[in-house]
């Protein structure tokens, strides 16, 4: 799958972000129609895919009926589908009892924990998640972050990694005063550990970090935080259930990305799911030198 011209640069990798999809027991819920409608447009669109990466809300409250419509609404597309990868979201296991809760969904949805990473196509992939059942924050441990910043830096056996090369992270929750919807005064923030996390990826700006938890629309100024080579360039990835506005109103719509990854580039394209096309305010470049434009 590529987006540019044909006859053009072909990427090296090619893979799709959805998050807060918070899929309910009802089969003709809006949030399970939205859906049902990305999972076409991606296996539509998506050929050739090393996968889609979902960054957490699975499902509405972490339900067995509700994970079991999860894989009603995935057998729809499945043999049309990349392999999909999933973040912990609070709405899985932050309404609950904490060990039943993150067991439904390790059992459900076939990740190994809470945290977790895979090397796809030469690239790493790193994905965090809350150790505790918070209502709205996720907590990540010191065990966890030790590991994160050990895979940060982690090269590939082979040594065919490079320093500058994109490292991909995935987390539920935005770091505060970053992404749209992450402000102090929005309250949807939400990493209780906001000072430890900031600190390592300081030490690795290569790092593009994709968060959901907000269901900021694409099209808003601040979908992107730009890392500067400072720390890590952070995106919003809005929501396939619905969407949420500056104006902090609700608003009907699904959205996500599709990712291309080239040899001295990575590009960032917003898609709209409802009308099946792309967002033209939502189209980033972020370059191997850190720069950014959009």
């Not at 918070?22 to 049902?36: G, I, K, Q, R």
Request: negative net charge.
């Amino acid at each position: 799958m590529s987006t540019n011209e044909p006859g053009g640069p072909q990427p090296l990798l090619t893979f799709q972000i959805i998050t807060d999809t918070h899929v309910t027991a009802d089969p003709s819920h809006e949030y399970n129609l939205n859906f049902e409608r990305a999972l076409h447009d991606l296996a539509h669109h998506a050929q050739g895919s090393s996968g889609i990466m979902h960054i957490g809300d699975i499902t509405d409250h972490g339900l067995l009926e509700e994970y079991e419509e999860v894989h009603r609404i995935l057998q729809l597309h499945q043999a049309a589908l990349p392999e999909i990868r999933y973040t912990l979201g609070n709405h899985d296991v932050g309404l609950g009892h904490w060990e039943s809760r993150l067991a439904m969904y390790t059992s459900r949805m076939g990740m190994p924990g809470p945290y977790h990473d895979h090397w796809i196509g030469g690239y790493h992939f790193i994905f965090l998640g809350t150790e505790e059942g918070l209502p709205t924050f996720c907590k990540l441990s010191e065990e966890q972050l030790r590991w994160l910043d050990r895979k940060l830096g982690e090269k590939l056996v082979d040594g065919h990694s490079k320093p500058e090369q994109p490292v991909f992270l995935f987390l539920h929750q935005p770091l505060k005063d970053t992404v749209a919807g992450s402000l102090e005064s929005q309250e949807w923030y939400g990493v209780t550990q906001d000072k430890e996390l900031r600190s390592i990826l300081s030490k690795y700006p290569q790092t593009l970090l994709f968060t959901g938890h907000t269901h900021w629309e694409l099209e808003v100024d601040n979908t992107m935080y730009p890392g500067n080579g400072e720390t890590a360039t952070m995106f919003n990835s809005a929501s396939v259930a619905y969407l949420w506005t500056n104006a902090d109103e609700h608003k009907t719509g699904s959205q996500g990305y599709y990712v291309e990854v080239y040899t001295d580039k990575v590009l960032i394209k917003g898609r709209n799911f409802t009308t099946g096309s792309w967002i033209e305010s939502a189209q980033y470049e972020v370059v191997t030198s850190l720069n950014v434009r959009s």
